[in-house]
């Protein structure tokens, strides 16, 4: 959310010079809602290739030095993975609101004299 109001605060001037040209509210508001779902999407999926190159990592860690090279598999689950990815791209938009309904009630004009 921290990133999504600084993107708020530094993009004042262009929030509402956007909306002087004729943006209406419900379009700010599904641009910072789409770029908070992006943000936490990504940060989802980077999350999820680390998890399992550590899960792998430490799957053939295990094998080789605590049961002395037996095949102990490392496993992935979908569902977990599905989870994961559903789960980040709903906090992202859960806490995208606050700053995207901020964005989308600036004032034109106090927007604009701010720069």
Request: aromatic residues 10%; charged residues 20%; without cysteine.
């Amino acid at each position: 959310m921290n990133i999504m109001l600084v993107s708020v605060v530094e993009r004042t001037w262009e929030i509402g010079l956007r909306k002087a040209v004729g943006a209406k509210r419900r379009d700010i508001l599904l641009q910072f809602l789409i770029e908070s779902a992006v943000l936490s999407i990504s940060g989802g999926m980077i999350g999820i290739l680390a998890g399992a190159l550590f899960g792998v990592g430490t799957a053939k860690f295990v094998s080789i030095f605590v049961f002395k090279g037996s095949d102990y598999p490392s496993v992935l689950s979908i569902r977990a993975v599905a989870a994961a990815f559903l789960t980040s791209a709903f906090i992202g938009l859960f806490f995208g609101l606050y700053p995207a309904n901020r964005a989308a009630k600036l004032d034109p004009t106090e927007a604009l004299r701010r720069r």
